[in-house]
T-cell receptor, first 114, second 116 residues
Framework: AQSVSQHNHHVILSEAASLELGCNYS??????LFWYVQYPGQHLQLLLK??????LVKGIKGFEAEFIKSKFSFNLRKPSVQWSDTAEYFC????????????FGGGTRLMVKP | GAGVSQSPRYKVAKRGQDVALRCDPI?????LFWYQQALGQGPEFLTY????????KSGLPSDRFFAERPEGSVSTLKIQRTQQEDSAVYLC??????????????FGSGTRLTVV
């Protein structure tokens, strides 16, 4: 069965700092990869997704992620964070031959200090 | 509606009580998923419907959990004889066609269940 690891549980940054959140998955087959964000009091929202093609994908609000197949990683990055990026971030994997469900990591809680 | 609607938003149940959680997916969405999110953890898959057919229930933690979607739209997750370990946020998500690969999921805001 597939699994997803997010190594940073809590991250605190100052505004304008750069962000990188790690995500590693374990699955030997073909996967689709996702980052979701959950702002305080809101529902999970899709930030970006990777299906195929260019391993560097760009999402909303200036976020991007790079799929490195050899490292089974899909790290999320943003060059300059804002206070409004304070949220919880979840990496998720869909293993294409294992059904339609998503397997989520444990989440990273990001706090951006103004 | 414009989004996935879940009710109630909050539910407090006494241990041993039965509860029913409702999900109204986006109109026309074929696929519907239930997830359980324990405090401080990521969502974990419970079950999946395509229209009224429950195609995968491998994530249901015990036979106390039961889900249905009789007319292919609204779904109900029922938990019988609730236990403290059932305390979690229960998330519903829907998708237009197939799984998340096509159009992505839209998540509801969840039902926070607290068993006392």
């Amino acid at each position: 069965a597939q699994s997803v690891s997010q190594h940073n549980h809590h991250v605190i940054l100052s505004e304008a700092a750069s962000l990188e959140l790690g995500c590693n998955y374990s699955y030997g087959g073909t996967v689709n990869l996702f980052w979701y964000v959950q702002y305080p009091g809101q529902h999970l929202q899709l930030l970006l997704k990777y299906f195929s093609g260019d391993p560097l994908v760009k999402g909303i609000k200036g976020f991007e992620a790079e799929f490195i197949k050899s490292k089974f990683s899909f790290n999320l990055r943003k060059p300059s964070v804002q206070w409004s990026d304070t949220a919880e971030y979840f990496c998720a994997v869909n293993a294409l031959d294992a059904g339609n469900m998503l397997t989520f990591g444990g989440g990273t809680r990001l706090m951006v200090k103004p | 509606g414009a989004g996935v609607s879940q009710s109630p938003r909050y539910k407090v149940a006494k241990r041993g009580q039965d509860v029913a959680l409702r999900c109204d997916p986006i109109s026309g969405h074929v696929s519907l998923f239930w997830y359980q999110q324990a405090l401080g953890q990521g969502p974990e898959f419970l079950t999946y419907f395509q229209n009224e057919a429950q195609l995968d229930k491998s994530g249901l933690p015990s036979d106390r959990f039961f889900a249905e979607r009789p007319e292919g739209s609204v779904s109900t997750l029922k938990i019988q004889r609730t236990q403290q370990e059932d305390s979690a946020v229960y998330l519903c998500a829907s998708s237009l066609v197939g799984g998340p690969t096509n159009y992505g999921y839209t998540f509801g805001s969840g039902t926070r269940l607290t068993v006392v």
